[in-house]
């Protein structure tokens, strides 16, 4: 499976749009890459995930490079309820479960 | 619509004793998984289900763990022999799976296991 590289920890002011970074440079051409967060003692919660194309949905925009070898995680509009750990994952289509990374922690500030 | 469910919340055992974890999915999903989050630690896969049968358990740490599903539902861990080191959150998640591509996968809340 692909690994991914993701910044230990990230800030953003609340309002401003907060963008996560992830390398994936390994990714083979059927991995699907996916985000996750973990907020603070709970389960991880689904963001979003793509193939090769760029995705939106109500709770953000993943955006892929045409190379797919990295992608950006972007929230529009941060909130302090967004404080959580991120995950990047790149998942083959052949295999179902998730391998986590350590994430990045990213800290909404007022 | 409910999401995964799991009970209980939480779980002090001894060492030695067995312990049944139960996750409920959600309803239509056909696959499920579990996981589990060590204090401080990065979440694990465990195994995954597909319908009633396991085509991955590649994640159990030993043969003191178990997990089976019924009726294509509802979904049991079972650790034989609890030792201290099994202690951590126990996470399930289900998803829809579809032919046309990878649905996300919904976590429930978790079991916290203490094995004293």
């Known amino acids: 499976d692909a690994k991914t590289t993701q910044p230990t920890s990230m800030d953003c002011a609340e309002g401003r749009a907060a963008n996560l970074p992830c390398n994936h440079s390994t990714i083979s051409g059927n991995e699907y890459v996916y985000w996750y967060r973990q907020i603070h003692s709970q389960g991880p919660q689904y963001i979003i995930h793509?193939?090769?194309n760029n995705e939106t949905n109500e709770m953000a925009s993943l955006i892929i490079t045409e190379d797919r070898k990295s992608s950006t995680l972007i929230l529009p509009h941060a909130t302090l309820r967004d404080t959580a750990v991120y995950y990047c994952i790149v998942s083959p289509q052949s295999t179902d479960k998730l391998i986590f990374g350590t994430g990045t922690r990213l800290q909404v500030f007022p | 619509g409910a999401g995964v469910s799991q009970s209980p919340s939480n779980k002090v055992t001894e060492k030695g004793k067995d312990v049944e974890l139960r996750c409920d999915p959600i309803?239509?999903?056909?696959?499920l998984y579990w996981y589990r989050q060590s204090l401080g630690q990065g979440l694990e896969f465990l195994i995954y289900f597909q319908g009633n049968s396991a085509p991955d358990k590649s994640g159990l740490p030993s043969d003191r763990f178990s997990a089976e599903r019924t009726g294509g539902s509802v979904s049991t861990l079972t650790i034989q022999r609890t030792q201290q080191e099994d202690s951590a959150v126990y996470l399930c998640?289900?998803?829809?799976?579809?032919?046309?591509?990878?649905?996300?996968?919904?976590f429930g809340p978790g079991t916290r296991l203490l094995v004293l």
């Open positions: 309803s239509g999903h056909t696959a």
């Open positions: 998640a289900s998803s829809l799976e579809q032919a046309s591509g990878k649905e996300g996968q919904y």
């Open positions: 793509g193939l090769k």
